[in-house]
């Protein structure tokens, strides 16, 4: 018979409130025994603050543990996010760069999606593969024209803004940065340093 994790919760608060009630009930049937012994009540007085702070600490310890336990772990999963999607966008313009692509390059550039789905959001796994899609269609000469390179730049910069938002996504919605505003802003840029060169 295995536990699932709610049962194992409900368990030990069960078992918890059974310890706390019995321990209460013998404290408390303690002290009106002891009611001719002198000090006996302050003992066993304090004997029940003592007993009531260390379960009230370990309470809040293992509340607070468990919330930095979870805290850490999405660090480390931003982290690990933000690491992939910059080298991504590093071998993306290390492969785009030189203005010609081998097969090798392009079944590179499919097999990042491998890494990618350890992280990244499904908008990033859809938008990584439209671009991947569109350089395959692009670059089927293998040699990049000034269109097909328009082309992938835009469908980078659509890929950046689903990056951002699988990043900070929240973090400008807390700042009550429009989502669509930053989009179009973005695809401008890249409209611009396109016209540039």
């Known amino acids: 018979m295995t536990f699932t994790r709610a049962a ?24 009106k025994i002891t009611d001719d012994i002198p000090f006996a009540q302050e003992v066993v007085l304090i004997v029940m603050g003592t007993l009531m702070t260390v379960l009230i600490t370990a309470l ?4 607070q543990t468990e919330v930095e336990l979870k ?12 690491e ?13 760069a030189r203005a010609e692509l081998t097969e090798r390059d ?6 990042f999606s491998h890494r990618l789905a350890i992280a990244a959001s499904p908008s990033v796994l859809d938008e990584y593969s439209r671009f991947v899609t569109a350089i395959s269609a692009s670059v089927s000469d293998l040699a990049l024209n000034d269109d ?31 989502p669509q505003q930053l989009s179009s802003r973005i695809l401008s840029n890249a409209d611009k340093a396109i016209s540039k060169f």
């Open 71 to 82: 805290k850490e772990q999405s660090l480390r999963y931003m982290e690990l996010k933000s």
């Open 106 to 111: 392009l079944l590179h550039l499919e097999f």
């Open 8 to 31: 194992y919760k409900f368990l030990l608060l069960l078992l918890t409130a059974i310890i706390i009630i019995g321990g209460y009930i013998l404290l408390r049937y303690e002290y």
């Open 84 to 96: 992939l999607y910059m080298d991504i966008i590093q071998d993306l313009e290390q492969v785009l």
């Open 148 to 178: 097909e390179s328009d082309d992938i730049s835009r469908a980078l910069a659509r890929l950046t803004v689903h990056m951002r938002e699988d990043l900070i996504g929240q973090g400008d919605r807390e700042r009550s940065i429009d």
């Open 60 to 63: 809040l310890l293992n509340k």
